[in-house]
């Protein structure tokens, strides 16, 4: 099956500080790679659509300046915080749909991020 | 934001019973899909059904879906303490090619 490799698994970092995430597809290329913020128990809430090689799609309300993202590579979509602060301490998931368009998504493991 | 509530929130059980977890949606879709998340990590696919059919058996996995009253039911027969996780329903509302929406959530834990 389709693996996604997301790093690091978990941050501490400064308030102010700016962190960068990993997303990569492993043995497939992906487009398309989706970012997911998640608070303790809570949902998934969608925060964008990243593009290979075109701008990212943001979900209303999330800050597009705060939060990064650039799709260089058909297998690598990273996920930037900007000037970090302790509300955006949370929990980061990326997803990117296996090749064969079977609708499911193949998430990566999840980055934790703890603001100070 | 999410499409829809599942329940219960929470559903505690023993081994080797059943477990029913629901979901409600909003807008029409493509097919809903259930995915399961372990504590801290990652999600896993876990079955997908699609807008036309109505019941879909994996293992010990059955999915219903009724799109008339939009809404989707997961059931875990014989279910076993390796179950316990947070189980959470995904639509794809066809607004955009495998952008799913998800939703509450079902925390699940089997006991020994």
């Known amino acids: 099956g389709a693996v996604v490799s997301q790093h690091p698994s978990r941050v501490i970092c400064k308030s102010g500080t700016s962190v960068k995430i990993e997303c990569r597809s492993l043995d497939f290329q992906a487009t398309t790679m989706f970012w997911y913020r998640q608070f303790p128990k809570q949902s998934l809430m969608l925060m964008a659509t990243s593009n290979e090689g075109s701008k990212a799609t943001y979900e209303q309300g999330v800050e597009k300046d705060k939060f990064l993202i650039n799709h260089a590579s058909l297998t690598l979509s990273t996920l930037t915080v900007t000037s970090a602060h302790p509300e955006d301490s949370s929990f980061y998931i990326c997803s990117a749909p296996g090749q064969g368009h079977t609708g499911e998504l193949f998430f990566g493991e999840g980055s934790r991020l703890t603001v100070l | 934001s999410q499409q829809g509530e599942e329940d219960p929130q929470a559903l505690s059980i023993q081994e080797g019973e059943n477990a029913t977890m629901n979901c409600s949606y909003k807008?029409?879709?493509?097919?809903l899909q259930w995915y399961r998340q372990n504590s801290g990590r990652g999600l896993v696919h876990l079955i997908l059904?699609?807008?036309?059919?109505r019941e879909k058996h994996s293992g010990r996995l059955r999915v219903t879906l009724d799109t008339s009253k939009k809404s989707s039911s997961l059931l875990i027969t014989a279910s076993r303490a390796a179950d316990t996780a947070s189980y959470f329903c995904?639509?794809?509302?066809?607004?955009?090619?495998?952008?799913?929406?998800f939703g509450a959530g079902t925390r699940l834990a089997v006991h020994p």
């Open positions: 807008t029409s879709i493509n097919n």
């Open positions: 995904a639509t794809d509302d066809s607004g955009g090619y495998n952008k799913l929406i």
């Open positions: 059904i699609r807008s036309n059919e």
